[in-house]
């Protein structure tokens, strides 16, 4: 493909796109921090003041603000395009900047930053299953303590599944840009964007590529 008109991206074949993939952390604690808000006064037996109200209805505006994010953020998904000797960078369908393949550098976070991370919502998860199995807690106190568990759980699974099934992209920063954009792919999408022997490595070359 040698021209790529951006308003037209829909036209481009999907074997050509590399459509960005995404972590399930937004929403898992999004609806969590709803929940919460919600269920909390129901379980809760004990006359709650003026604050204990504010501070739980920040809680659901936070939650109902990072399940919107998710929304705006799975709507307009990045889309990487190889356009001969450039990759393309959409957002949506607009058409956000170009550059060259091997400009675009692989980022897997520390696995000693991955391990404390991980094990720390562990350790979280672990915590609130204590508190769902004692006895001696309210029914609806223990329900919650319930779902705090899961939603760990489910986060720790979405973070594993990131840091090893996913290869983040960063592209080259530009002037002023104080992020640089960053793109999670499948590995086995690498081929479309890079050619050459990309997303044909072994089990050995996957493994240690992540363990590094």
């Known amino acids: 493909m040698d021209k790529i008109d951006p308003i037209r991206i829909e036209l481009i074949p999907n074997e050509q796109k590399v459509v960005e993939s995404l972590g399930l952390q937004p929403v898992i604690f999004g609806a969590l921090l709803i929940v919460v808000a ?21 809680t659901g505006v936070i939650g109902l603000g990072l399940l919107y994010y998710e929304m705006r953020r799975r709507m307009n998904k990045a889309v990487l395009v190889r356009a001969g000797d450039v990759i393309a960078f959409f957002r949506g369908r607009a058409l956000i900047r170009t550059c060259r393949p091997e400009e675009i550098k692989n980022h897997h976070m520390p696995l000693a930053t991955f391990l404390t991370i991980f094990i720390l ?26 779902l705090c568990c899961l939603a760990m759980l489910a986060s720790s699974a979405s973070f594993f599944w990131t840091r090893f099934f996913c290869d983040e992209l960063l592209l080259p920063g530009r002037k002023k840009q104080f992020f640089l954009d960053s793109v999670l792919i499948r590995p086995f999408q690498r081929k479309i964007l890079f050619g050459g022997d990309e997303g044909r490595k072994g089990v050995i070359d996957f493994i240690v590529n992540r363990l590094l």
């Open 38 to 58: 919600a269920v909390f006064p129901l379980v809760d037996s004990h006359a709650r003041g003026d604050i204990e109200n504010a501070i739980l209805a920040v």
């Open 121 to 146: 919502i562990l350790l979280f998860a672990i915590g609130f299953f204590l508190f769902a199995v004692i006895d001696t807690l309210e029914p609806g106190y223990r329900m919650l303590n319930a």
